[in-house]
Every structure is written in structure tokens, then in C-alpha cells.
């Protein structure tokens, strides 16, 4: 499996067709996915499929058709970055050298903090994923961090490249380019709806098995933007508005801290989910509940409007070309 | 709820930031913007009062204790920290009032209001965490924030600017992010306490060195240290001037403070300079920091890209305190660290001014500017003085005890340094004043600018501005509050890592 | 020695690649692709960590004793997220200086920039 | 005995899928052109897939496994032929016309 993994990082290091290499950077991202199921990583594999397989290249791709996929330029300076990683290479090999060994059981990351994990929190939070627990939890104050990272991104992409205007609705060298994908259109019109059912699945089913908000966010994300590709952005963005879009991605985060916020009027610390509800351990699962669903709102408009605002630049940049 | 405040600060901006968005209306907007940042100020004030009443004070998030859930601990240094960036903060927000209308589109301004709430949020929550990977997430927030802040500017380099910016604060993100793992690896945990009671154990180990490398190497990035100090200056010239006045004020100042929190609170100084020549390394690159810089300074002729690189040159002195690894020379860095940060922010926002009435920050420009803009000018001027050092100001309060140290630690010659670091300020502070007194104004104004362009700054930029020149000279002739802070701290520090 | 530890040697190797890319490549877009690279490297570092010998994923089942660690598989979770936030943003200014520079290639910008 | 020949009837699936796969990709390699390419990819991949998946459904026996099996078993049968006439959609677009007398592209 790394072996592969190191086959496709040194493909991508040697070719010059970009296109070729986001590819690549996909199937790399597939692969590392694959290797995280294979040391009990689920969720995260779960998340790296989707991103690094998924929103990942269809970013780059967005980007690739608005820069053009060739390269041109020769390396620079090659001999000096060479120097320059092989010394920290050689510092990071250096460092290995005293680390518990990989797997080994009684290594001290598996016998300080994450034992009341795996112990304790079937019972304290009352769930099974216990990354979910720690996610939603016991760190959950990391996780409003990754949400307001997820939501700066998007204010930054709609600083940069929101026009202002919205694509015109199916215009007619649009509506020519689909009448083409009559059998694409079809079999997705199958298939959304039961991606957006999938993406609920996900975000609910977060507490018992692998899943939660950002992944049902990304694939709910999925689902709108192949319709988006499909049936013109001029008819997505009629069905999903860009400034409801903001408002939702606002919202999201808004839902994640105001359940900090009434933990801490009701008495506890900021989200100490405990407070909620007389019954501790049912306040939990509400609070959990309540934050995954904050998570979802806005992973999925950020991305959705991500890709709106990518979309309108290459529509941009073709009128002016 | 006074309980509650350690957290408060970082959330009050944080939430205030999506529902700025969902105002929507410019001038709404940023009264509420400066509404949050102003209770952040507030929140600071009394924060920093409950530390100096009640010692440390400690908050577990979500209820959970500290190694296993994430902890805020907010120390002396912290809440001063805090206090700076948050005072900055506000008054570089009631400046925008005006001073954003010539330099973002009016529908940008929402969302520009939204980004800066975002970047004081994760710069706060640097400050605050107890947590080594809250930090990480933090300083995400921070920097997305701030790339989205610097491609504001009007000039299509601030673009450029930003792009080298982002690759470089990512890379060192992730160095911070690869020290993380192998600390983890070594010890089990992610809280900072538990980690400065834990890394002892494995003292001499060297997979302990390479995460204090890493970690140091990849903040080093951030705070533009040099040799890594490449995309500091372009990121700074063109950025909006507004942003240049924050960030420079705040955001190498968080970078440095988290240098120190490593350094002393987690890793403690008996580590550092046991396992590394680690004092010899950054009392070299904080001198050629100096140097390099300030003769750079010297022949830019964008004053924003002057100060650009007076600033990685102010970093150098901050490092060369940390160097020394006494007491006195900690407590040198932390009264530069306060000090530059009123010295950079009330120049930057002088600049600001003059931005906005001239539309450029050449130094054609200033010629004859002392006339036009007296107060803006003698505000650049007292600024300028403080950079240098001069009795009176802050500047001279800190360079004074950084050559105190030099000469405890017995180190003349890195005390002279210092002294022909500051001659070398005073050449390029000189160039200004120069042009702003003894030149006559330009004949021709530049194209666009008629006649009430000519006149002094809006009162909304002036009085920020000359709130942190007075703030400048009273602390340097009052010191008894941030000496005797910084010194009480740096004895903290330097005592509870051993 | 070598068969416990080379698991992390080759994920090193990974690492380097990306960081390689990074510094060496003019093109904007190939430095995403790299930094991408890098970072996936890392988090596939702190999954290693995380691997218990024997253990099975971490959700409780009954009659499983031993878990793998699930604190790093949350801090990578994480740290995908904020991975991707950055090439969201970064993918942005390319656009935005393709746009104002007409080329992405980083030899071309600094000419253009010197030009005016 | 029943357990056996369920089995053993999984076994032979998964074996031949497995089969189909490597044949597969002995194709992309050694065809000449794009069209064939992609013949030898898009019908072995969707029959191995589904070959696979159906011995693991034998293997998993009754119960919730079984029926996520069957819903993946189904989303292939739904996207595989859909992406093959897609990518194929676009290399005519592109430019890679068929043409029965050439039988080598670059």
C-alpha cells in the first residue's frame, strides 16, 4: 500500500501534464484513504475519499480550466531544494529513531490520554464512536475551530472571486452543451436524490458508525454540484441561491456556537453539552446532535458556494476572452 | 459569568463574525464590528485584571478535565498579549469607519469586516489555548484570514503577495503540525502543562529534539524571522493599509508569543539549551536580522515596504532577547514585543492616513507633507523616534534593557550591535523627515486629487492614531506597569520551566 | 529496528516528495499539488500513530478488548479540513492572478512584476 | 453443508471477478487506442465489481451487511456504464474520432 502511495507521489513529482497530475493527486488521495481503512482509520478514511478523491480534484479541475494544464517552466534551483529536503528528510528519519515502534501496544500515546477515550466514553457520552465522542465532545472546541476554518475559507474565496452577478439561467451555449448529456442527466437525476438521502444518512448515523456532519456536508455538497454541472449553473443557482447559501454557511456556525453559548447560560462551561438537558447523558446526545447538524449546514454551503464562486470566474473569463 | 471570561474572548469575535454577515449592510456592519471588537477590549481589560488578582486562571472547555478535554489558561503573558491585539484590534476597526472607503469596494466590505473579525478570533485563541493542537487550529483561522486580508490590496502584487504568503505559512503550519505528531508519539498528549510535566522523561530523546526544531522552524516562518522572512515585506507593502496596521501590529507579535509559550512554558529553557546550541542560533540570526534588514529599509523607496522590513528587523531585537536566555533578556523581548506593537501600529496607521488622502505611500509623496498633514506627519515622526529608541518613548525602554542583558550576559560586543542596529533606524526614519519637512511639497498633485484632498487626515483616522503615539510616550515615561509585567513574567517563565 | 520503524521511513519519503514539489516547482498550481501532497503524507503519519497491533477500529463493539487510538484519527479529521480550506483559498488567488497577470507561472510574475 | 457450498459458490465469484479485474488491466495496457481501452476497462470493471460484490453478499449472509452490499452493488451497475459513456462522450468531443483504419494513436 505505501508502496503504491510512493509510486504515485513520485509520478506526480515527474510529470508535466497537469491534468495528468490532479489525477494522480486523486488516486493518491483514494490510496491514503485506503491505507487509513487498513490501520482501523475509518472516519478519516471516510473524509480523505471524499476530499482528497473528491472536492479536491474537482477544485483543481475547476482551477485547471481557467489556467490552462500546461507547465512550462524548467525547475528552479533543483540541487538546493534537493539539499534542502534531504536535510529535513534526514531530520525527520533522525527523529523516528527513538519513537515507540509502529503498532506497539505500549507505546505511551496508547496509555495516557486516549485510555479514558476508549474506556470511559462508551458510558460518559453514551455512544460508540468513540472518534465521534472525541470529536464531539471531549475536543468539540477543536472542531468549532475546523468549522470556522471551513467558513473563513469561504469568505476568503467570496472576497476573491464574487462578481456580483449570477450566471445567466441556461443560456444558449449551455443549454447546447447539455442536450448532448441526455443519458448523464438522466441516470443523475436517478442519483441525486439518493445522494442528498445518503448525505442525511451520514450526518446522522455519525454517533454509530463512521460518518458525521463534515462528511455528510461534502457529499450533500456532491450531490448539488453534479447538478450544477449537469444542468447549468444558471438552474442551480435558481434552485440554491448564493446569498441563501451565505446565510446558511453563517447559520451553521452560528447553530455550533449558540449550543456553547446556552451551555454556558444554563450554568456550565462553553459547550458542556451535560447542561442541556436534566439528564446528562441525554443532553449529550443532543448537543452532538445539534453541533453535527451546525457542522453539515455549513460544510455543505461553504463548499457549494466554493464551487459557485470558481464556476463564475471560468463563465467570467470566457465572456471577456 | 465573570468566571466564563477566558473563553468569552475568543468567542465574542468568533460568533460576532457569521452574524456580521448576516447584517449585510455595510455601515451596520461595521458598527457591529466595532461593537465586538470593543467588548474583546473590555473582556481583555478584566481579564487581565483577574490574573493580576487571582494568579493563572484555568478553563476547561466543554466541562472536561484538562489532558483530556482542551484546556484555556490564561497567564500573565497571555492577558497582556491578548490585551494588545485586542486594543489594536479595536482601533485599527474605528479607523476603517473611513479610512476602508478608498481602498475596498463598498459590496467587499461586508465580507472583509466578516474575515477581519475571523483573523482577531484565531489570533486570540492562540493566545488563550492551553492546547497544543487548538493552537494549530487557531493559527489556521488566523492565517486563511489574513491571505484573504492582504489580497484585499488594490495593486495586483498584493495577489502575488498573498499566494507566497499562503504556501509559506502552510508549510510551516505543517512543520508545526509534524513536532506535534512526534511529541504526541512521545508522550501521549496534546495539553501544555501536561506536556512541560511530561517531556522531561524523554529529555536527550531524539525524537524530542526534531519536534522542538520542527515547531521552532515552523513558527520561525510565521514571525518572518530571518532568513524566512522572504514574504513578510510584499505581504505588508501591499496590503490594504489598514491590514498592514493590524497585522503588523498583531500578527508577528502572536508568532513571537508563541515562540516564548513553547519555548519557556512547554519545552522549558533547560531542554532548549541542553539539547541544541539553540542561544547561538538565534543571537546570530536575530543580528543578521537586524542588520540585513534595516540596510535594506534604507533604500526602499515605498515607505509601507520601509517599515515592511524595520518590522523584521524589530523581530530581530526580539529574538536576540530570547537568545540571551536570562531573566533580562526575556524581559527585553516581551517589553519589544508590547512596544513594537504600539510603535508599528500607531506608524502604520499614520500611513493609513496619509494613504488615504494621497492614494500612495511613495516617498515622492511626502515631500512637503509636514505642512500639509501636520499631525499625521508628527505622529509618523514620534513613531519614527520610538523605532529608534530615543529617551521618552517606548522604544528606548526596551532597547535599554536588551543592551542590559547584553552586558549581564556579558556580551559587549552584541550590545554595541544593538546601538548601531538603532543608527541604522535612524538613517532610514531620517529619509522621512527629510522629505516630509525639508522639501518643498510637489508642484503637481497627483492626477484626481483636487483641493480637500490636500488637507489633514479625518478626524476617525487621526485619533486612533495619536491614542497609541500618546500611548507610546506615556509608557516610555511611566514604565512601571510593562517593566514591571514583563519582569514578574519572564521570572515566571524562566523559573517554572525548570 | 528496521521493521518497526520503516513504516515511518516511507511515509518520510512521502513527505519529502510533496515538500519537493513545493519548493521546486514554478507553476502555481503544481505548488498546490504538492503542498496537498505533503500534508496527506502528514496525516498519514499521525495515523500510524494512532495503529494498535491487534486492535480493530475504534467503535465499541462487544467482545472487542483492544481499540486502535482514536485521538489521532480526530486531530486528522481536522486537519483534512483545514488541508482542503487552504487549497480552496489558495486555488482562489491563482484564479484572481491568472486573471490580473495572464500566467501562472512563477518566473513569468517576477518579470511582470519588475516591468512595472 | 449448505455453509459449504455457499462458500464455495463465493469463492469461485470472488475468483473470477478477480480474474476479470487483472484482465482488465492487462487490456488498458496492451490496447491499442482509446475506444479499446476503454471497452477492456468499462465492461470488465463493471462485471468484476459486481461479481466481487456478490460473493461478498454470499459470504456476509443475511442482515444489514448484506443489504449495504446490494445498495453499492447497485450504484456500480447505475455510475460504471454511465462513466464509460461519458468518457467516451468526450473523447469524441475531443477530437479522437473512430476510425476503423487507424489502429494506433499516440
Request: with cysteine.
Amino acid at each position: 500500500m505505501l508502496l503504491l502511495l510512493a509510486i504515485t507521489a513520485l509520478a506526480i513529482a515527474w510529470l508535466r501534464d497537469l491534468f495528468a497530475a490532479v489525477m494522480l493527486a486523486g488516486i493518491y488521495g483514494l490510496l491514503s484513504a485506503s491505507f487509513f481503512v487498513s490501520v482501523d482509520a475509518v472516519d478519516v478514511a471516510f473524509t480523505e475519499a471524499a476530499v482528497g478523491a473528491g472536492i479536491f480534484p474537482l477544485l483543481m479541475l475547476a482551477a485547471l480550466a481557467l489556467v490552462g494544464r500546461n507547465e512550462q517552466t524548467a525547475y528552479r534551483r533543483p540541487l538546493i531544494s534537493l539539499l534542502l529536503v534531504s536535510i529535513t528528510g534526514a531530520a525527520l528519519v533522525l527523529g523516528t529513531l527513538d519513537m515507540p515502534a509502529f503498532g506497539s501496544a505500549d507505546a505511551p500515546p496508547h496509555n495516557h490520554v486516549a485510555v479514558r477515550y476508549i474506556e470511559e466514553s462508551p458510558k460518559e457520552i453514551g455512544i460508540p464512536n468513540m472518534v465521534t465522542s472525541v470529536l464531539a465532545d471531549y475536543r468539540s472546541f477543536d472542531t468549532l475551530g475546523e468549522v470556522v476554518v471551513v467558513f473563513t475559507a469561504a469568505m476568503g474565496v467570496l472576497g476573491l472571486l464574487f462578481t456580483g452577478r449570477a450566471a445567466s439561467p441556461g443560456s444558449a451555449t449551455e443549454r447546447a452543451n447539455m442536450y448532448d448529456h441526455r443519458v448523464l442527466r438522466v441516470v443523475s437525476k436517478m442519483l441525486i436524490p439518493l445522494i442528498l438521502l445518503f448525505a442525511l444518512y451520514v450526518q446522522f448515523h455519525g454517533e454509530y458508525g463512521p460518518g458525521g456532519g463534515f462528511q455528510a456536508g461534502v457529499i450533500f455538497a456532491a450531490g448539488i454540484i453534479l447538478y450544477a454541472m449537469l444542468f447549468g449553473f444558471g438552474n442551480a443557482q435558481r434552485v440554491v441561491r448564493p446569498a441563501l447559501l451565505q446565510i446558511l454557511a453563517a447559520c451553521g456556525v452560528l447553530i455550533y456556537g449558540s449550543v456553547g453559548v446556552v451551555c454556558l447560560l444554563s450554568g456550565g462551561n462553553f459547550l458542556d453539552y451535560s447542561q442541556l438537558l436534566p439528564d446528562p447523558l441525554v443532553g449529550r446526545h443532543v448537543g452532538i446532535l445539534v453541533i453535527e447538524l451546525g457542522v453539515g449546514i455549513t460544510v455543505a454551503s461553504a463548499m457549494i458556494l466554493i464551487f459557485y464562486a470558481f464556476a463564475s470566474a471560468t463563465v467570467n473569463s470566457e465572456e471577456v476572452a | 459569568m465573570l468566571s466564563h471570561l477566558p473563553i468569552l474572548q475568543v468567542v465574542v469575535p468568533l460568533l460576532a463574525a457569521p452574524a456580521c454577515l448576516l447584517l449585510d449592510r455595510s455601515r451596520l456592519v461595521w458598527i457591529f464590528t466595532v461593537l465586538a471588537c470593543g467588548l474583546s477590549l473590555l473582556i481583555s481589560m478584566l481579564l487581565l485584571y483577574q490574573v493580576s488578582q487571582h494568579g493563572t486562571l484555568s478553563y476547561d472547555l466543554g466541562g472536561w478535565d484538562a489532558p483530556w478535554g482542551i484546556e484555556y489558561r490564561i497567564d500573565l503573558l497571555s492577558a497582556y498579549v491578548m490585551l494588545v491585539v485586542s486594543g489594536i484590534a479595536t482601533l485599527v476597526i474605528v479607523a476603517a469607519g473611513t479610512g476602508l472607503e478608498r481602498e475596498i469596494p463598498l459590496e467587499k466590505q461586508t465580507v472583509f469586516y466578516v474575515t477581519y473579525l475571523l483573523c482577531l478570533a484565531g489570533l486570540l485563541g492562540i493566545v488563550a489555548t492551553g492546547d497544543i493542537f487548538n493552537v494549530f487550529v487557531f493559527l489556521e483561522i488566523s492565517s486563511l484570514a489574513t491571505y484573504a486580508l492582504i489580497a484585499y490590496g488594490r495593486d495586483r502584487r498584493a495577489l502575488w503577495a498573498a499566494y507566497q504568503y499562503l504556501i509559506v505559512g502552510t508549510i510551516g503550519a505543517t512543520f508545526i503540525l509534524i513536532g506535534i505528531g512526534f511529541l504526541y508519539s512521545l508522550t501521549g498528549t496534546l495539553n501544555m502543562q501536561d506536556l512541560a510535566a511530561r517531556i522531561p522523561d524523554s529529555a536527550g530523546s531524539r525524537t524530542a529534539s526534531t519536534a522542538f526544531v520542527f515547531i521552532v522552524v515552523g513558527v520561525c516562518l510565521k514571525l518572518a524571522l530571518f532568513p524566512l522572512h522572504l514574504w513578510l515585506p510584499n505581504a505588508y507593502a501591499y496590503a490594504p493599509s489598514l491590514v498592514t496596521a493590524f497585522l503588523a501590529a498583531t500578527a508577528t507579535k502572536v508568532a513571537v508569543y508563541l515562540l516564548i509559550r513553547l519555548h519557556f512554558s512547554v519545552f522549558g529553557e533547560q531542554f532548549a539549551s541542553s539539547s541544541l546550541p539553540l542561544h547561538g542560533i538565534l543571537l546570530t540570526l536575530g543580528l543578521a536580522g537586524v542588520f540585513v534588514a534595516s540596510l535594506v529599509a534604507i533604500f526602499q523607496p515605498d515607505i509601507k515596504r520601509l517599515f515592511a522590513y524595520s518590522s523584521i528587523a524589530q523581530i530581530g531585537y526580539m529574538i536576540i532577547g530570547i537568545g540571551f536566555g536570562t531573566a533580562i533578556g526575556l524581559q527585553a523581548t516581551l517589553l519589544h514585543l508590547f512596544n513594537h506593537a504600539l510603535m508599528k501600529g500607531a506608524l502604520f496607521l499614520a500611513l493609513a492616513a496619509v494613504v488615504y488622502r494621497l492614494g500612495s505611500a511613495d516617498i515622492s509623496a511626502f515631500r512637503g507633507l509636514g505642512r500639509r498633514m501636520p499631525w499625521t506627519m508628527a505622529a509618523i515622526v514620534i513613531g519614527g523616534l520610538s523605532l529608534i529608541g530615543m529617551p521618552l518613548t517606548v522604544g528606548f525602554v526596551s532597547k535599554w534593557y536588551l543592551i542590559l542583558a547584553a552586558i549581564e550576559a556579558g556580551m559587549w560586543p552584541v550590545a554595541l550591535l544593538v546601538v548601531t542596529g538603532s543608527i541604522l533606524a535612524v538613517v532610514y526614519v531620517w529619509r522621512l523627515v527629510e522629505a516630509a519637512y525639508f522639501q518643498p511639497p510637489e508642484n503637481e498633485l497627483p492626477e484626481g486629487l483636487d483641493g480637500p484632498d490636500r488637507r489633514e487626515a479625518p478626524l476617525t483616522l487621526l485619533v486612533p492614531t495619536w491614542l497609541l503615539v500618546l500611548v507610546n510616550i506615556y509608557l516610555g515615561i511611566d514604565t512601571r506597569l510593562t517593566v514591571g509585567t514583563s519582569g514578574a513574567v519572564a521570572s515566571a517563565l524562566l523559573g517554572g520551566g525548570q | 529496528m528496521l521493521p518497526e520503524l520503516y513504516n515511518y521511513w516511507v511515509v518520510i519519503l512521502l513527505m519529502m516528495t510533496g515538500f519537493y514539489i513545493v519548493i521546486v516547482q514554478g507553476n502555481l498550481i503544481k505548488k498546490l499539488i504538492g503542498l496537498n501532497l505533503f500534508q496527506t503524507s502528514v496525516f498519514i503519519f499521525y495515523i500510524s500513530l494512532g495503529k494498535v497491533s491487534g486492535g480493530s477500529a475504534p467503535i465499541f463493539a462487544e467482545g472487542v478488548s483492544s481499540y486502535s487510538n482514536p485521538l489521532p484519527h480526530v486531530l486528522i479529521l481536522t486537519a483534512i479540513v483545514v488541508g482542503i480550506a487552504t487549497t480552496a483559498l489558495a486555488l482562489a488567488l491563482v484564479i484572481r492572478i491568472r486573471n490580473a497577470y495572464g500566467t501562472v507561472e512563477e518566473e513569468e510574475l517576477q518579470q511582470r512584476d519588475l516591468e512595472c | 453443508m449448505i455453509a459449504l457450498l455457499l462458500e464455495g459458490v463465493s469463492v469461485l465469484c470472488l475468483g473470477t471477478g478477480i480474474f476479470l479485474l487483472v484482465s482488465g488491466g492487462v487490456g488498458l495496457l496492451r490496447f491499442p487506442e482509446v475506444f479499446s481501452r476503454m471497452h477492456a476497462a468499462g465492461v470488465t470493471e463493471t462485471l468484476a465489481a459486481s461479481l466481487i460484490l456478490l460473493g461478498l453478499m454470499l459470504l456476509a449472509g443475511w442482515g444489514i451487511v448484506m443489504f449495504k452490499l446490494l445498495l453499492i452493488l447497485l450504484f456500480i451497475l447505475i455510475t460504471s456504464p454511465t462513466a464509460s459513456h461519458a468518457l467516451a462522450k468526450s473523447a469524441v468531443h475531443g477530437g479522437l474520432g473512430v476510425d476503423p483504419d487507424r489502429n494506433e494513436t499516440s
